[in-house]
């Protein structure tokens, strides 16, 4: 269950990351509303805290959370921006999953 709940704060904290730029671009790019640029700097304040949740040090969650970002990235392109990963793409995520369950969920001594 542990496990579960770290990769749920793994995927929110993503979500809100990305989801925080993504509104920040579309304000500073797209000329769209002050608000979007609001409740993207909210979604990124929120995405500052939700790793405070996650059981390990900084430094190990900051470094697996970039492998998990790294996939809900392509993921977002594949959605939003209709960029369809390639077979390098998918590699490059799987590799980097790899790396998170490794670091977070490896058992220490």
């Given at each position: 269950?542990?496990?579960?709940?770290?990769?749920?704060?793994?995927?929110?904290?993503?979500?809100?990351?990305?989801?925080?730029?993504?509104?920040?671009?579309?304000?500073?790019?797209?000329?769209?509303?002050?608000?979007?640029?609001?409740?993207?700097?909210?979604?990124?304040?929120?995405?500052?805290?939700?790793?405070?949740?996650?059981?390990?040090?900084?430094?190990?969650?900051?470094?697996?959370?970039?492998?998990?970002f790294i996939i809900l990235a392509i993921l977002w392109g594949w959605q939003v921006d209709k960029i369809r990963?390639?077979?390098?793409?998918?590699?490059?995520?799987?590799?980097?999953?790899?790396?998170?369950?490794?670091?977070?969920?490896?058992?220490?001594?």
């Open positions: 269950m542990q496990i579960v709940k770290s990769l749920l704060y793994f995927l929110l904290a993503g979500l809100c990351e990305i989801g925080g730029g993504y509104l920040i671009w579309l304000w500073l790019r797209e000329g769209k509303s002050i608000w979007f640029a609001v409740f993207g700097a909210i979604a990124l304040i929120i995405y500052g805290i939700i790793p405070t949740l996650q059981p390990a040090n900084f430094g190990r969650i900051y470094a697996a959370y970039g492998g998990f990963p390639d077979k390098f793409d998918i590699l490059g995520s799987a590799i980097a999953l790899l790396g998170v369950l490794v670091m977070m969920y490896a058992p220490r001594v």
